[in-house]
Nanobody
């Protein structure tokens, strides 16, 4: 089992950058794929990025490809989401999630979730 805690969300101006962190507990963190999701008010939760357990493979939807970068440091049990060229439509609560095995882009396939961190992008 793994516990996840997100941090790094804040208010930022459009065009700015932000790095979110997802700190995990557990000694087998490298066995877990991690995904980032976001949910804006009144909208469904949306897939943002995913990374394999070893960190060699990443996956992004077109909406963030080229702007967001997911990475991980398994020695620190931490996954990062670097967000550049932020837009007001990126405003949401951002969640990290973990699952054993291969990464996926569906939130229904993740077993462990953090509490979320708020990102607000002003225009």
């Amino acid at each position: 089992q793994v516990q996840l805690v997100e941090s790094g969300g804040r208010l930022v101006q459009a065009g700015g950058s932000l790095r979110l962190s997802c700190a995990a507990s557990g000694r087998t963190f490298s066995s877990y794929a991690v995904g980032w999701f976001r949910q804006a008010p009144g909208k469904e939760r949306e897939f943002v990025a995913a990374i394999s357990g070893g960190g060699s493979t990443t996956y992004y939807p077109d909406s963030v490809k080229g702007r967001f970068t997911i990475s991980r440091d398994n020695a620190k049990n931490t996954v990062y989401l670097q967000m550049n060229s932020l837009k007001p439509e990126d405003t949401a609560v951002y969640y990290c999630a973990g699952r054993l095995g291969v990464y996926r882009d569906s939130d229904a396939l993740y077993d462990y979730w953090g509490q979320g961190t708020q990102v607000t992008v002003s225009s």
